[in-house]
């Protein structure tokens, strides 16, 4: 018959191992609270600088689109007639937006004229169109077409390439 081995219980029931360790709980428990804050403030500090780095380039893409001295700047442009609140407007908006990317030329430049604002209203007025309307100008500035009411992608796109073969200077 084999001898078991008992393990040998300390007076106040803890091991050697408990014992030596339990003086320090309250400072592991202060470190291990210490690291996780660190960790949670690193990550928040590169989710906010992520964020408004993202934010700063949106409200600057932004605002450059909604400069209208960029007409007649010496490139082709497709200015929308738009207003914000026209869910028409902002479904041109995107189709105009992502044919400009499919055409892929840097010559051609897209603004939007907003007709919440004087400059907007002025524009649209000056060319006697309403919202949800395009304009082409050319690289001088002068009116060259007109695209009213909502259109999709594929014609924006081809739309724009005959624009920018008449009038985009090379």
Same mark, same amino acid.
């Given at each position: ?29 202060a470190?291990?609270?210490f690291?996780r804050k660190l ?5 928040a500090t590169?989710a906010?600088g =992520?964020? $408004? ?7 600057? +893409?932004?605002?450059r689109? %909604? ?5 007649? /700047? ?15 407007c ?7 937006r992502?044919?400009?990317c499919?055409?892929?030329d840097d010559?051609?430049?897209?603004v939007?004229?907003?007709i919440r ?7 649209a007025?000056?060319? =006697?169109? $309403? ?6 100008f050319? +690289?001088?500035?002068?009116? %060259? ?5 909502p /259109? ?9 390439r ?7 200077k090379?």
């Amino acid at each position: 018959m084999k001898r078991q081995k008992r393990k040998s219980k300390r007076p106040n029931g803890a091991t050697r191992k408990q014992r030596s360790t339990a003086g320090n709980a309250p400072n592991d428990a202060a470190r291990r609270g210490f690291l996780r804050k660190l960790r949670n403030g690193a990550i928040a500090t590169v989710a906010v600088g =992520g964020g $408004g780095w993202l934010l700063i380039g949106k409200v600057r +893409a932004t605002m450059r689109e %909604q400069d209208l001295t960029q007409i007649g /700047n010496g490139n082709p442009t497709v200015v929308q007639i738009h207003d914000p609140q026209c869910p028409q407007c902002t479904a041109l908006q995107r189709e105009a937006r992502d044919a400009v990317c499919e055409v892929g030329d840097d010559r051609l430049q897209f603004v939007v004229a907003n007709i919440r604002s004087p400059e907007g209203r002025r524009l649209a007025s000056a060319h =006697g169109v $309403g919202h949800v309307t395009l304009l082409l100008f050319d +690289a001088a500035g002068k009116r %060259q077409g007109i695209l009213a009411g909502p /259109n999709d992608r594929a014609y924006l796109a081809n739309a724009f390439r005959r624009h920018l073969a008449r009038h985009g200077k090379s």
